[in-house]
């Protein structure tokens, strides 16, 4: 219980969702990257879950979606979020991703991380995985 007698509720994070012009080709670049399963798609939503079960990404029609400013500017739209993406290669990964239709950002603050811009403009960075400890 919480302070007033009122119950915590289960709570559990269901997706990450992404603003899109167009979110079922949203969703295509990233179900192709990630390789996750399409669970919804209609014109103006769609959800990926991974094989594994967890969190997802959703996508959703934003006809006014303007891609942000990476890195950030005064006055500029503002990134609110962004996914960080493991990789085997971080080569084979940047490769994967333009084939795709990303594009790596102009401004590349660390040497063993790419920041990458989605076809909509959305920052996510691909970064190798951590050795196992």
């Known amino acids: 219980m919480v302070e007033g007698g009122i119950g915590m509720p289960r709570l559990g994070l269901s997706a990450t969702v992404l603003d899109a012009r167009d979110p079922v080709a949203l969703a295509g670049f990233y ?3 990630l390789g996750w ?4 798609q209609e014109p103006t939503w769609c959800t990926l879950r991974a094989p594994g079960g967890g969190a997802g990404l959703s996508f959703q029609l934003e006809p006014l979606h303007e891609a942000p400013t990476w890195p950030a500017e005064p006055e500029a739209g503002q990134m609110q979020l962004h996914l960080d993406i ?12 333009e084939s795709l239709g990303a594009r790596q950002a102009a401004w590349q ?3 063993d991380v790419r920041v990458m811009l989605d076809p909509e403009g959305h920052p996510f960075c691909l970064f190798p995985h951590e050795p196992a400890r």
């Open 31 to 33: 179900q192709a990257l």
């Open 37 to 40: 399963e399409v669970v919804t």
């Open 86 to 97: 493991a990789v085997d290669d971080l080569a084979e990964g940047v490769a994967l991703a």
């Open 109 to 111: 603050p660390q040497d």
